[in-house]
């Protein structure tokens, strides 16, 4: 019962809005058509019922020389603010909530939690929005990589990492570097957070150095803000820094790419192609021969790499000869006897 009932108040809530101030005007079946692209559903005669009940509250006015009728508020009704969040809108929250979290700045998710909460009371209110309700559990979003299960990190860590990089202030960490078991402690000055599939990185300085390393946020151990303001070196831009080879991304310009790849393989890159002058022609029986021209990248070779024997890189030549040598290696790898 208590559902129904906070169904119809937001639902009545939305309708207000919808109105406008006199002499303009709306009529019922507009309103159903708005409110039904906000998520909610409901017939063009309940809305008459509400409209009608609304206007011994409100200040509302109903046109009914001609129909369909037109409502407004009187031209007299003062503005008010009205509490409400469409179903649409607490969808898209909570949709944001759960892929941008470890994007967003801790202090600003605590200030964001009453929205959330609100989108959560709005999604569950009644049988009107459990149609846009239920859209959470028909979408998702599947990584083209191997899924990784993320590494715990400490609320505690995450915060006060945000916090630093939010405010501009130096962060005191105490880090444990994958290939040593010592924890060290040292003055960072972040610059940046970049997430590459299950792991997120804090990127920046240490001391007074202006060198840009990489710290794995779960092997933080322990973080700390400073009173002192951190420093930027130069120019600094982290797009431009990824793409100079942070996480494995270092762009050596551009290459004419071509390769020999089956048919199945091939299947999603007309639709999806690798660059805007890509060229697929006919080759082979069950092959097809694909031209375009991209980034040379480890991503790259990570991309071609999971084709297996179904691609062949014909161009460049450098790029063949890596593939070459790789593919001898495996050879002695799969005819050696399997340690037991």
């Given at each position: 019962m208590m559902q129904n009932h906070n169904d119809t108040q937001l639902r009545q809530w939305a309708m207000l809005k919808c109105i406008p101030q006199y002499p303009r005007q709306i009529t019922a079946r507009e309103i159903t058509e708005r409110l039904?692209?906000?998520g909610f559903e409901v017939g063009k005669r309940t809305i008459e019922r509400d409209l009608l009940s609304l206007s011994g509250i409100f200040p509302l006015i109903s046109n009914d020389r001609s129909r369909p009728y037109g409502w407004s508020w009187s031209k007299d009704?003062?503005?008010?603010?009205?509490?409400t969040m469409s179903p649409l809108q607490a969808l898209t929250l909570e949709l944001a909530h759960d892929h941008l979290a470890a994007l967003l700045p801790a202090s600003l998710l605590d200030s964001l939690a009453p929205y959330f909460k609100c989108a959560e009371g709005v999604l569950n209110s009644g049988d009107g929005v459990k149609r846009l309700a239920s859209w959470r559990k028909k979408v998702a979003i599947v990584s083209a990589g191997q899924p990784l299960i993320p590494p715990n990190y400490p609320e505690e860590?995450?915060?006060?990492?945000?916090?630093?990089?939010l405010t501009g202030q130096q962060l005191e960490i105490s880090y444990t570097?994958?290939?040593?078991?010592?924890t060290k402690t040292y003055p960072a000055h972040p610059l940046g957070i970049v997430q590459r599939g299950a792991v997120t990185y804090l990127v920046a300085t240490l001391y007074n150095y202006t060198d840009i390393l990489l710290f794995a946020v779960h092997r933080i151990q322990a973080a700390k803000v400073l009173d002192q303001p951190s420093t930027t070196p130069e120019g600094f831009d982290i797009k431009h820094y990824i793409s100079q080879g942070a996480l494995g991304f270092e762009e050596n310009g551009l290459i004419k790419l071509v390769v020999r790849i089956t048919v199945?393989?091939?299947?999603?890159?007309?639709e999806t192609p690798l660059s805007l002058d890509q060229q697929i022609t006919p080759d082979q029986s069950g092959w097809v021969r694909l031209q375009a021209t991209v980034p040379d990248t480890a991503q790259l070779r990570w991309w071609l790499k999971g084709f297996g024997q179904e691609v062949e890189v014909l161009e460049p030549t450098l790029l063949r000869d890596e593939f070459f040598?790789?593919?001898q290696s495996l050879h002695v790898i799969y005819h050696t006897e399997a340690p037991s």
């Open positions: 039904a692209s906000e009704a003062e503005a008010f603010a009205l509490p860590i995450i915060e006060a990492v945000h916090s630093a990089l570097p994958r290939e040593h078991s010592e199945p393989a091939a299947e999603h890159l007309w040598n790789m593919a």
